[in-house]
């Protein structure tokens, strides 16, 4: 469990943490994968999201699985990118939040991902936490604290039990 003064120093920051849906680079999984990569080599990510008409999320597009199927492909030559789908290469989404509120999970989540899709209680894209914006709010937190609260270390605690 998060300490709670620490929740309350990584919300602090009256701006949200969450980068909305509007402004978040995707594609379809009718886009071709030639489109796709464009998009990524123009956004400079490593995935974007994968949603449909209606913005589902349905899963993520990386320039790996591009490659991955590229190299599937005889004769791989960029120019077949036009010939598959994203959905050819799509990958499933692992984890995902519907609150932006539950820190200790997207925390859990930062370990292994770049970002954490939010989605509302329809499954319909609202936008991403990035691991970029969790340490900004660390970044605050490190160099904060003590403006907030005074810090002083407990006792070392003997192994008998004695301080």
Same mark, same amino acid.
């Given at each position: 469990?998060?300490?709670?003064?620490? *929740?309350?120093?990584?919300?602090?920051?009256?701006?949200?943490?969450?980068?909305?849906?509007? +402004?978040?680079?995707?594609?379809?999984?009718?886009?071709? @994968?030639?489109?796709?990569?464009?998009? @990524?080599? &123009?956004?400079?990510?490593?995935?974007?999201?994968?949603?449909?008409?209606?913005?589902?999320?349905?899963?993520?597009?990386?320039?790996?699985?591009?490659?991955?199927?590229?190299?599937?492909?005889?004769?791989?030559?960029?120019?077949?990118?036009?010939?598959?789908?994203?959905?050819?290469?799509? /990958?499933?989404?692992?984890?995902?939040?519907?609150?932006?509120? &539950?820190? *200790?999970?997207?925390?859990?989540?930062? +370990?292994?991902?770049?970002?954490?899709?939010?989605?509302?209680?329809?499954?319909?894209?609202?936008?991403?936490?990035? !691991? !970029?914006?969790?340490? &900004? !709010?660390?970044?605050? @937190?490190?160099?904060? /604290?003590?403006?907030?609260?005074?810090?002083?270390? !407990?006792? &070392?605690?003997?192994?008998?039990?004695?301080?």
């Amino acid at each position: 469990m998060i300490d709670p003064a620490v *929740e309350q120093l990584l919300r602090n920051d009256p701006k949200s943490y969450v980068i909305p849906a509007a +402004v978040v680079a995707n594609v379809t999984a009718t886009n071709t @994968l030639e489109h796709a990569f464009m998009v @990524l080599s &123009k956004v400079g990510y490593s995935r974007i999201p994968v949603l449909d008409p209606d913005d589902h999320l349905q899963g993520m597009i990386s320039l790996a699985a591009i490659t991955d199927k590229l190299l599937h492909v005889p004769g791989a030559a960029v120019e077949q990118l036009s010939q598959y789908t994203v959905a050819d290469a799509m /990958l499933p989404v692992t984890h995902w939040v519907d609150d932006p509120a &539950k820190l *200790e999970t997207i925390l859990s989540y930062m +370990v292994d991902e770049p970002f954490i899709p939010l989605l509302n209680q329809d499954n319909v894209f609202q936008g991403i936490i990035t !691991r !970029r914006e969790i340490l &900004k !709010r660390v970044n605050y @937190l490190a160099h904060n /604290l003590d403006d907030h609260y005074v810090v002083t270390p !407990r006792e &070392k605690v003997i192994e008998n039990g004695d301080h």
